[in-house]
């Protein structure tokens, strides 16, 4: 956590550093522009990284670089209290007694997980690869708060203590860094004394072949084969580097399909970054790890580029675009959707889904709004739903309780609300809403909902599985 000593190990050596969170942006509550006063916000979906973590990979271990092999970075949560089954019966006033969702017995037992190396030996407090780090749960908690703070304590949008899931949307990838992370969120926008009665939070998993919160290219053949890497162009570009930093790697070049790979140095020097470990000092030199994350993001994310047209032209593009993120964006525009028709009668007010760089950087992409960098551990892209109010639901008066009801009935539901897109503290005024009357007038970022959904049925595939097929589509 900020300002507390944390340490890690590499060889034989220990080293003591202080724990920060330069991989993370935090949310400017303070900062947050209001609404104009006509809209009334009614509904939030956010989609929010995953907080640090250790590199899913060991790399750049050895000298000169000697970034460490074992990240001792993960003392919170390594206690878990599990339900086990119970052939005893429940004993009044015993602990770890209790009743399960249907009534029967279970009891509760505790363990401590631990990292085992290959020679056998455990180490309290070291993290797995790829594993949230108690970094990574500070930032994700303090996202969490921040959210409280904003859309409670600063625009009273959300009530001040969680009493249903009717009200509240958790869902993650089915992934520990994920999960973990949402549970960090939701500790921190609603932490215990702020759940009402026996209110507890459900937080939803899908299978793989149901995730959406990325492209599935498990559930879609089609998407796997049109998702081709920029290598030639980019590895050309790479080779300027390999004087500085082949002697990090063992001699080979930086290239996207190294090895290492780009990505993999990448994912290395941003992780240990964020815990405040030591990097070789010419990956702090200007430019030296732009150039690395500019053509890694190519490598990932140059099928959903336009500018790209190379490799996938013109209909392609928008194929991987719809089978990409068209599922994840279709389900969002349905419950914006929901909400609009159904106002107050849909109490659904937050939607948090905890996920992945890779879904936050195809999103924006999708709706041509990517900055080609590599998104940071933590940020969030937020989609917000707002209704324009009639000048008679806007005076207060007893008229205004009486009609407003029957104004917003009359209203087109599509084109009084609009759909506001923010990330990384930005506004993100999306192309596809610029022209005149798919915005609010003078105000490019609040998309009107029609505007929205219709580009997002561009995207939606209409037949999934001929369009997954190998052969895609019929042209």
Avoid at 250 to 271: E, H, W, Y
Wanted: aromatic content about 8%.
């Amino acid at each position: 956590m900020p300002g507390v000593n944390l340490e890690f190990a590499s060889g034989s050596s220990n080293h003591t550093v202080v724990g920060n969170s330069s991989g993370h942006v935090p949310l400017d509550v303070e900062g947050y522009p209001a609404a104009p006063p006509e809209l009334e916000l009614e509904q939030v979906h956010i989609y929010v990284r995953h907080g640090e973590r250790t590199p899913v990979g060991i790399r750049m271990a050895e000298p000169p670089a000697s970034i460490p092999k074992h990240w001792m970075f993960c003392n919170t949560a390594r206690h878990f209290r599990a339900a086990v089954a119970s052939s005893g019966p429940i004993i009044p006033g015993v602990p770890n007694m209790t009743k399960d969702d249907s009534g029967g017995m279970q009891e509760s037992l505790r363990t401590v997980r631990v990292v085992e190396r290959a020679d056998g030996t455990a180490t309290s407090g070291e993290c797995l690869l790829g594993e949230l780090t108690d970094v990574g749960r500070q930032t994700t908690y303090n996202f969490g708060h921040a959210l409280r703070r904003l859309y409670i304590d600063r625009l009273g949008f959300l009530p001040d203590v969680a009493e249903s899931n009717e009200e509240i949307y958790l869902r993650s990838t089915n992934v520990p860094r994920t999960i973990e992370s949402l549970q960090q969120v939701i500790h921190g926008l609603y932490p215990d004394t702020k759940l009402g009665g026996d209110f507890v939070p459900n937080l939803r998993i899908r299978n793989g072949k149901d995730e959406n919160l990325f492209g599935n290219t498990l559930a879609c053949k089609r998407l796997e084969i049109l998702q081709i890497a920029a290598a030639t162009e980019w590895n050309q570009v790479l080779a300027a580097l390999d004087p500085k930093l082949s002697k990090y790697v063992g001699g080979n070049p930086i290239r996207l399909d190294g090895k290492p790979r780009a990505s993999g140095i990448l994912d290395t020097v941003k992780a240990a970054v964020a815990h405040s470990i030591p990097i070789p000092p010419e990956f702090q030199e200007p430019g030296v790890v732009d150039l690395i994350e500019k053509a890694v993001v190519n490598e990932w994310f140059a099928a959903l580029e336009v500018a790209y047209k190379c490799f996938l032209i013109g209909y392609k593009t928008e194929e991987v675009r719809r089978l990409g993120m068209g599922p994840l964006l279709s389900d969002l525009s349905r419950k914006l959707a929901a909400k609009a028709e159904h106002g107050s009668r849909d109490p659904l007010k937050i939607l948090i889904h905890s996920t992945h760089d890779t879904s936050l950087a195809a999103l924006c992409s999708t709706l041509e709004v990517f900055d080609n960098r590599w998104p940071a551990f933590s940020s969030a892209i937020t989609f917000e739903l707002f209704h324009k109010r009639s000048p008679l639901e806007m005076q207060p008066s007893i008229w205004q309780s009486v009609l407003a009801p029957f104004q917003r009935q009359r209203a087109d539901p599509l084109h009084e609300h609009y759909v506001r897109m923010r990330y990384q503290n930005r506004n993100l005024p999306i192309p596809a809403c610029a022209a005149e009357g798919k915005h609010l007038p003078g105000a490019p970022e609040f998309c009107t909902l029609a505007a929205f959904r219709e580009r997002v049925l561009d995207l939606t595939p209409v037949d999934w599985e001929t369009e997954c097929s190998p052969a895609g589509r019929p042209s």
